[in-house]
């Protein structure tokens, strides 16, 4: 097993599935990196990290636990921000639901709210490094812990979004947190991407929120 996935997966919770040894469709095949998220998934069948703050979808769904191939549909959510979520396979998420994906020169993660992808590391292994050297930030734990320790233990397929969009100045504090359901809450924020991928930086937004379901 690669070192710092190893690393990763001893400070990790168990197996979300029990099953292993799963096929990816052949339409995931298409990606360079594949085998890496194979690996990934056949040593730990999805994992939460660092109190719930980091959620690594497993291969397949399990009760409300979303796996990696449904959260992938392109009905899910992914339609919902036109072509701005194409071409990459998410396989995890931070405690607001930013994605982590695997796109052909790497892995990269995804903002809900801007539609925006941002290199973060050549493979999962790094993928993996990267986490551990800085999951107060890349995992956004630190909330995560605050949040949970006045509301309780996180559900299964719900992260943490803000009451205020941190991209329209929301703050990053417990009290702009609540607790929504994964897949409502990228609709809901798709809406947002779509309403300011057009508009420079720096200019002034008015942003019409609306529902996710």
Not at 71 to 81: A, F, H, K, T
Not at 150 to 162: E, S
Request: glycine share 8%.
């Amino acid at each position: 097993m690669p070192l710092f996935l190893e690393k990763l997966l001893s400070v990790c919770s168990g197996d979300i599935s029990s099953c292993k040894g799963h096929k990816l469709p052949s339409g995931f095949h298409n990606y360079t990196l594949i085998d890496d998220l194979i690996t990934l998934l056949n040593n730990r069948n999805g994992f939460y990290g660092f109190e719930s703050a980091l959620h690594v979808f497993p291969f397949e769904t399990v009760g409300e636990e979303i796996g990696v191939v449904a959260w992938n549909d392109n009905s899910l959510w992914i339609d919902c921000y036109d072509d701005l979520a194409r071409n990459a396979i998410f396989f995890a998420e931070d405690v607001f639901g930013g994605q982590f994906c695997i796109k052909q020169d790497g892995i990269y993660t995804f903002d809900p709210e801007t539609g925006s992808f941002d290199y973060l590391a050549p493979d999962i292994n790094e993928w993996c490094k990267k986490i551990l050297e800085d999951y107060q930030v890349l995992t956004g734990y630190p909330l995560a812990n605050a949040w949970q320790k006045k509301h309780g233990p996180i559900p299964v397929g719900y992260r943490l979004v803000p009451k205020v969009p941190f991209v329209a100045g929301g703050e990053y504090e417990p009290d702009n947190l609540y607790l929504e359901k994964s897949t409502v809450a990228m609709k809901a924020r798709a809406n947002i991407a779509l309403q300011i991928r057009d508009i420079p930086d720096g200019s002034n937004i008015q942003l019409k929120l609306i529902d996710g379901d």
